[in-house]
């Protein structure tokens, strides 16, 4: 594998899944393979899951690992080709990216959409230049509109815990007090519409995300409607896509926060969600502590799913 940024490039998901169960019972089955190997994961976004359990699964892979907040320490850079940097930024990216690659042999890229502009958002410019001039194999750890590592967590997850082979998996927006990107939500309907689960998204009027990523999922306004027999229920709060609403809160109404009221007409749904979360706007305190809450293990996930991912870069350096 010589880069990882969305579903395809894990390939078959039973092999992938099989892999990360593999990996699950033993975690430092690989510790020799990435021994005197580098990683580097760049941040331009904050994160607590995405740092810490790639570095984790990076130590299970024997590798050193160094780690840059680009906003704190290194210089403010130009991402724009062609301005005339006579501005606050020192530094351009298309310098910083191959400096960056010199000092290791695989870069992680955390870089949100920016919400100013969907083409440069869309067209997932700020990855693609690491890809095209770092000259290493490059993964993301959320870019601008997918989270495949994420993604692959929560497939490993529903799998663990599913009852029936198809089970169905539902989607719920839910109100959130800041306009949050697509990524999440793209990149989980992107892997769910690669399985053979029966998958609904859910939302309110305004909030449809970009067709490519739909797929061929259902999608219910009814939130209520939605959740009848629902097996697993993943919520997650985004800005609008559609047209002149990019990036725009168009609703935070608080019906939609998941409660008891509609888990009640779930088949005994579990709750997923990424994390971070902001409690009584997403989910309710009832339901986030509930039982059928697996946000945790969830969680844990995220270490099995970035060891499959680095192994597989790692193998593709040979
Ligand atoms: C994993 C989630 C990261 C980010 N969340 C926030 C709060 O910015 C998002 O919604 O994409
Ligand atoms: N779910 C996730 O990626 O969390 P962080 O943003 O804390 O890394």
Known sequence: MKKFT???DIGDLKSALAEAFEIKKDRFKYVEL???KTLMMIFFNSSLRTRLSTQKAAINLGMNVIVLD????AWKLETERGVIMDGDKPEHILEAIPVMGCYCDLIGVRSFARFENRDFDYQETIIN???????????SM????RHPLQSFADLITI????KIARPKVVMTWAPHPRPLPQAVPNSFAEWMNATDYE???THPEGYELDPQFVGNAKVEYDQMKAFEGADFIYAKNWAAYSGDNYGQIL???RDWTVSDRQMAVTNNAYFMHCLPVRRNMIVTDDVIESPQSIVIPEAANREISATVVLRRLLEGLK
């Open 6 to 8: 969305c579903v395809q």
């Open 199 to 201: 998958f609904v998204i």
């Open 251 to 253: 609703s935070k109404d």
């Open 34 to 36: 990435g021994r005197n």
């Open 129 to 139: 230049q690491f890809i095209q001039y770092s000259g290493r194999p490059v993964f």
């Open 70 to 73: 680009i906003n704190q320490g």
């Open 159 to 162: 799998e663990e815990y599913k």
């Open 142 to 145: 959320e870019a601008a509109t």
